[in-house]
């Protein structure tokens, strides 16, 4: 069972620039795809990225499309969110999820683990 924890959120002005990081536990996080959703004050959780197991194939949602990168690193057992141009709509609870399917997925059942999220406030 995979143990994921979120860090890197805070406040920062629109244009601004975040990068969140998620620490997984246990030792077949290769195994994982993950992915990043997010979740505002009355709004349903939405998909922001994915990244295969490998890191070779990611995918993006519409609206962070362009801005957002995605990308792991293995070794460290850690997935990344570089967050570029960000916009006071981008407000939300950042979450971590691992998927112990075969593919990668944009839909928030096919992951397993979550973190607890961490907190992205853009201001105008």
């Known amino acids: 069972q995979a143990q994921l924890v979120e860090s890197g959120g805070g406040l920062v002005q629109a244009g601004g620039s975040l990068r969140l990081s998620c620490a997984a536990s246990?030792?077949?996080?290769?195994?994982?795809?993950m992915g990043w959703f997010r979740q505002a004050p009355g709004k349903e959780r939405e998909f922001v990225a994915a990244?295969?197991?490998?890191?070779?194939?990611?995918y993006y949602g519409d609206v962070v499309k362009g801005r957002f990168t995605i990308s792991r690193v293995n070794a460290k057992n850690t997935v990344y969110l570089q967050m570029n141009s960000l916009k006071p709509e981008d407000t939300a609870v950042y979450y971590c999820?691992?998927?112990?399917?075969?593919?990668?997925?944009?839909?928030?059942?096919?992951?397993?683990?979550w973190g607890q999220g961490t907190q992205v406030t853009v201001s105008s």
């Open positions: 999820a691992a998927s112990t399917g075969s593919g990668t997925s944009m839909r928030y059942g096919s992951y397993d683990y």
């Open positions: 990244i295969s197991q490998s890191g070779g194939s990611s």
């Open positions: 246990g030792r077949t996080f290769s195994s994982y795809a």
